[in-house]
């Protein structure tokens, strides 16, 4: 009964690979986001979808492509990554409806790469 | 959003109140006083928040002063499991997608 899940918790991977991390929610949630935190542990927003629209994009690299194939489901697709890109990488939902919109957070990715 | 402000470290004994300040000088009118915690490793949680009224949950209390520049999380009888990183925000309380900036946090140490 997770409400929002990524996959996976752990990636290790070689500079200039590609890879992907996925994320679910089953809050029945019309907004998803992409959040980044570095080393210094500084939480920073990515990406926001809307209804499966990109509404915010944070000057990330284009390295990074967010795709959403429905509103349940926001993933996140890295291409030739750098050291830089090491981070845990998390997720969240939040509802459109009404103004007290929290944020539900999936449980991180910690991407290490080498 | 406005910025907010607050220390970077704290320490509580276990069983007693936890005071968490933030400032936020610069709010204005139609933003809302948000808090998250951050346990280590985990995704942040939602705590509490509030517009200009005093808010109280089951997790925690939000005291809000009167000129709206400052708020205060209380966690009535800390335990060990509110050892966390605690982040106060403020935002338009508007519908929809929301840009939310996290700061650095308070890093609260409950001490047994």
């Known amino acids: 009964d997770t409400a929002v899940s990524q996959t996976p918790k752990y990636l290790v991977t070689q500079m200039g690979n590609d890879k992907s991390i996925k994320c679910e929610q089953n809050?029945?949630?019309?907004?998803m986001y992409w959040y980044k935190q570095d080393s210094k542990k500084f939480l920073k927003i990515m990406f926001s979808?809307?209804?499966?629209?990109?509404?915010i994009n944070e000057t990330v690299p284009n390295r990074f492509s967010p795709k959403s194939p429905d509103k349940a489901h926001l993933n996140l697709h890295i291409n030739s990554l750098e050291l830089g890109d090491s981070a845990v990488y998390f997720c969240?939902?939040?509802?459109?409806?009404?103004?007290?919109?929290?944020?539900?957070f999936g449980p991180g990715t910690r991407l290490t790469v080498l | 959003d406005a910025k907010t402000t607050q220390p970077p470290s704290m320490d509580c004994a276990e069983g007693r109140a936890a005071n968490l300040p933030c400032n936020h000088s610069?709010?204005?009118?139609?933003?809302?006083v948000y808090w998250y915690r951050q346990i280590h490793s985990q995704g942040p949680q939602y705590i509490i928040h509030?517009?200009?009224n005093n808010e109280t949950n089951e997790m925690a209390s939000l005291i809000i002063t009167e000129d709206r520049k400052s708020s205060t999380l209380i966690l009535p009888h800390a335990t060990l499991r509110d050892t966390a990183v605690y982040y106060c925000i403020v935002r338009v309380g508007s519908g929809g997608y929301q840009k939310v900036t996290f700061g650095t946090g308070t890093k609260l140490q409950v001490i047994p």
């Open positions: 969240a939902s939040s509802s459109n409806r009404g103004i007290y919109n929290e944020q539900f």
């Open positions: 809050l029945g949630h019309d907004t």
């Open positions: 610069t709010i204005s009118g139609n933003e809302y």
């Open positions: 509030g517009l200009k």
């Open positions: 979808y809307n209804n499966k629209e990109l509404i």
